[in-house]
Structures are given as structure tokens and as C-alpha cells.
């Protein structure tokens, strides 16, 4: 199979979560199509994975670049949540969890999904494309301020009013439900200066509603507390994100973990007795270098953070 997407931050990822022992465990808890996951078991021949990923086609397109690996790879259909919930305590707990919060190339170039601005197709945006509202269904729903709302909370957008006011105008004529059409509204919003920038215009709007269909930023703090849950004492977790606002979760969640009370916010008292349960390995996020941009430029936003889980006995 012929791989469309690069892994990024691959050697600072095996840097920081290289195998320590023998016939260790890892969870690949965003597998995609399966390069991070690939490189490891390339490079650690002692090495399981179980790879997790929603999107059934892509699942499939990672089954076939793995498939050279036999039963040191093992696959899971559904979220990452979805497997950490149905964990019990008789499983073997993972050395290490990885999550790649990026999207896959296969959704913007192959998926058909809308995902890219820079096709004409319907939007959909789900990674799970068989439940959840689509990106049009959502975009139909919202009112103009609650869709501004979502650009600037989500993306940062900040043209966030002036495109939800273009968006509610279009929709008066007719039915936003394509890329193109979101992005006409898009361009007829901006100023010129933005339109002609480095970035496309519309890469904001885009991201503030892919993150939307799939309850990214909702979805995070659940699948790092459930991970960190049942990763292994000693067991490292490491979390490549994308945008600041993914960064700014994964940032707020380790140093918490890192320091006092780690009970959910639900529990009326403390029961963990204030004590750190995680060491946080990276004082501040990993980014790409220059090379790694010049060769791969989606790397160019992405950061790494990792913690090792504290044994008992260090808490």
C-alpha cells in the first residue's frame, strides 16, 4: 500500500517512548494509517501494539501496511474511550500510550469527506462517518452568533463574526453544504490581506469544524484521564497535538497530574491525598525542526508532550 501520510515528530516520539524492557505493550490510541505504529514495530522487534482508530477505511488501509507484522499488531474499531472503558483490571497494562491528535492525509486527500478546502465536496467531516451530525448538518443548525461562537472557541478565528455573518447570509439564499460554498463565504468575508496570506483563508474555519463533528476538544480530557488510568506504572503517555487549543488541554492536564489533587472535578473531596501521580518528561512541548518542516510542513504546528506514570512507591 502506498502511504499518503508522513508521521510526524517520529524520531523525538521513539526518543521519548522507546520500549525499556522486553515484550513490552503499546497502544496506539489514534492509529491512522499506521506510521508511528509502523516505525516502532520496525524498530523494536519485541514490541505489541494495539492499534485504535474510529474511521473503518482507514483502519483497513492501516491493516495492510501493518499486516507484514502478524499478531504483534492487533486492532481495535471504535474510539480510544470506547477500548479504555471496556479495559479490566485482568488485561496487561500498556508500557506506553501514544495519541496523534492530527488528521490523517487519507481525510483530507482520499476520504471524501469534505475534510480538505481545497475539493468540492460534501461536508461531512465525521471521522466515524456512521454516527454524529455532519459539518453541513451542523452549519445548517447554528445561528449566526452561535457559529462565530464556535470559530473563535475552536480555531481562534479571528474573522470569526464577519464569517458567520457571510455564512447566515449565504444560507438565506440558499443551502451551505459544500466546501466550496463554505469557502466562498469564507473569501468573501476577509480582507484581501488575509485571503493572500500564507495560510488559506478558510484553514481556521475548516478546523474549528472538523473539531466540532468529532467532539475533539470534549473528547481529549476524557481519553487522557482514561489512558493514564490504565497505563502501567512507569508507563509513559505521550500526545502529539496540532493547535493551540488541543496544546492548551494536554498542557493543563499534566501539569495537574504532575502536581497536587488529580480526583475528577465530580468528587466532593479529595480522596487521592493531593499526591502527584506523573512525571512530566518534557519541561516544555517537542516541535519539529527545520528540516523535518521543509520536508513534511504539516509537521510545522505540531508539539509533543510526554509524562511517565509515578510507581507507588514515588507518589
Known amino acids: 500500500m502506498e502511504a499518503a501520510h508522513t508521521p510526524v515528530l517520529l524520531e523525538e516520539t521513539i526518543a521519548y517512548l522507546a520500549p525499556r524492557g522486553e515484550g513490552e505493550l503499546m497502544i496506539d490510541a489514534t492509529l491512522g494509517e499506521g506510521g508511528h505504529s509502523e516505525a516502532f514495530l520496525e ?45 479490566s483490571d485482568g488485561q496487561t497494562r500498556p508500557d506506553t500510550v501514544l495519541f496523534d491528535l492530527g488528521i490523517s492525509m487519507y481525510h483530507y486527500e482520499r476520504s471524501g469527506r469534505g475534510f480538505s478546502f481545497r475539493k468540492d465536496e460534501y461536508l461531512d467531516m465525521r471521522i466515524d462517518p456512521g454516527t ?15 457559529f462565530a461562537d464556535l470559530l473563535w472557541n475552536n480555531a481562534g478565528e479571528r474573522y470569526s463574526r464577519r464569517i458567520a455573518r457571510s455564512v ?84 493543563f492536564f499534566l501539569r495537574g497530574k504532575s502536581g497536587g489533587c488529580t480526583c475528577p472535578p465530580s468528587e466532593p473531596i479529595c480522596r487521592c491525598g493531593g499526591k502527584p501521580s506523573v512525571s512530566v518528561l518534557t519541561r516544555r512541548a517537542v516541535s519539529a525542526g527545520r528540516e523535518e518542516i521543509r520536508r513534511n510542513p504539516p509537521s510545522r504546528s505540531a508539539r509533543l508532550r510526554v509524562a511517565e506514570k509515578l510507581r507507588k512507591e514515588e507518589a
Open 43 to 87: 524498530r523494536f522487534p519485541d514490541l505489541t501494539i494495539i492499534g485504535i482508530d474510529a474511521d473503518p477505511l482507514i483502519r483497513e488501509k492501516a491493516g495492510e501496511r501493518l499486516e507484514k507484522f502478524g499478531s504483534r499488531i492487533r486492532f481495535f474499531s471504535g474510539w480510544s474511550e470506547d477500548f479504555f472503558d471496556g479495559f
Open 168 to 251: 447566515a447570509e449565504a444560507k438565506r439564499r440558499g443551502v451551505v453544504a459544500t466546501t466550496a460554498s463554505l469557502v466562498e463565504c469564507v473569501k468573501t468575508a476577509v480582507p484581501a490581506a488575509y485571503r493572500r496570506g500564507p495560510v488559506h483563508p478558510a484553514t481556521k474555519t475548516f478546523q474549528a469544524l472538523r473539531i466540532a463533528v468529532n467532539g475533539e476538544l470534549e473528547r481529549l480530557p476524557r481519553m487522557l484521564e482514561k489512558a493514564l488510568d490504565i497505563l502501567g506504572e512507569g508507563g509513559r503517555l505521550g500526545i502529539i497535538s496540532f493547535h493551540s487549543a488541543e496544546d492548551r488541554i494536554v498542557k
Open 132 to 146: 454524529g451530525k455532519t459539518a453541513a448538518g451542523i452549519v445548517a443548525a447554528l445561528s449566526e452568533k452561535d
